[in-house]
């Protein structure tokens, strides 16, 4: 699994890129077939409460799963992606099965 951290305007911590590398690897328990995840970070409007967005793209199944999250840390928006990814490669996974 190749996993892509772009950080837009800032430079991303160790400590940040290592906490969304170990909730990358937690999503290969819902699907095994995970090909490449991409994860874009942003500050939207410095300066205010709420600003720090989370874009995660995951390529799996033959198709591709997206969540985006803005809240106070990029932890908090990253970990709200995962819940969401987690959910819809659950239900694709499901979907395949029932075919």
């Known amino acids: 699994m190749e996993v892509r951290i772009q950080a837009i ?6 400590r940040l890129q290592d906490f969304i590398q170990k909730k990358v690897v937690k999503l ?3 699907c095994d077939d995970i090909k490449k995840v ?5 500050v939207v409007k410095p300066e205010s ?24 840390t990029f932890e908090e928006s990253v970990d709200v992606c995962m819940d969401a990814l987690s959910k819809q490669l659950t239900k694709a996974k499901e979907k395949l099965r029932g075919k």
């Not at 991409?38 to 942003?42: G, M, W």
């Open 49 to 72: 409460a709420m600003n720090k967005e989370a874009g995660v793209k995951v390529l799996a199944l033959n198709a591709e799963f997206f969540a985006e999250k803005v809240s106070d």
């Open 38 to 42: 991409e994860v874009s970070l942003k």
């Open 28 to 30: 290969e328990k819902y």
């Open 9 to 14: 305007h800032f430079d991303a911590s160790e």
